[in-house]
């Protein structure tokens, strides 16, 4: 759990995805000690110096287990890129998100059937009706729905598929 603490710390730093936690995890014995580590081993590791100014910031503003708890507290849980179930097929693209917030269930059988629907965020009736036609015939077979919940075609594949009893799993990027 430890870990995992710091992995959701390091989530909440601005400008640090995945390549620069890269950097950290590389360099650092544990992804604790990263965490824990001054201003000239930061820079060491292969960081830019304003990645390194925000880790000391976010370090020194923000109660890591406060925030836990008011993500816990909402049943929101989270995945680290070295936890067992973190999702399989998303953990072999170039640079995966080192932590996944999340909330139901991960790895549902059904996943492994899913199908991305993603599109404008300026809806014609038009696009509405042909997304609503597509996700119903498509929850129809079991299929899982992802999408990013941004307005538009994100958000009625969404809720079509909810309202068809489907699986609907939501990606959103920081």
């Known amino acids: 759990m430890i870990d995992k603490k710091?992995?959701?710390a390091f989530s909440l730093v601005k400008g640090l995805g995945p390549i620069n936690f890269?950097?950290?995890?590389?360099y650092f014995p544990s992804i604790v000690h990263a965490w824990q580590a001054p201003y000239s081993e930061l820079v060491r590791s292969g960081?830019?110096?304003?990645?390194?100014?925000e880790i000391i910031e976010t370090r020194n503003k923000v109660n890591i287990e406060e925030e836990l708890e008011k993500i816990y507290s909402q049943n929101i849980d989270v995945?680290?890129?070295?936890?067992?179930?973190?999702?399989?097929?998303?953990?072999?693209?170039?640079?995966?998100?080192f932590l996944l917030y999340y909330k139901g269930k991960l790895n549902d059988?059904?996943?492994?059937?899913?199908?991305?629907?993603?599109?404008t965020r300026k809806i014609s009736e038009y696009g509405k009706r042909v997304t609503q036609n597509i996700v119903t015939e498509l929850v129809k077979y079991n299929l899982s729905i992802v999408s990013g919940l941004a307005s538009?075609?994100?958000?009625?594949?969404?809720?079509?598929?909810?309202?068809?009893?489907?699986?609907?799993?939501e990606v959103q990027g920081f």
Do not use: W
């Not at 070295?82 to 097929?89: C, E, Q, S, V």
């Open 109 to 119: 059988p059904r996943d492994v059937n899913s199908v991305a629907v993603v599109g």
């Open 6 to 8: 710091q992995y959701f």
């Open 79 to 97: 995945v680290t890129l070295n936890d067992n179930n973190y999702p399989k097929l998303l953990k072999q693209i170039s640079n995966p998100p």
């Open 152 to 169: 538009g075609i994100d958000a009625v594949a969404h809720q079509t598929c909810l309202d068809n009893n489907g699986r609907t799993i």
């Open 47 to 53: 960081l830019q110096e304003k990645v390194v100014m």
């Open 22 to 26: 890269q950097k950290l995890y590389s």
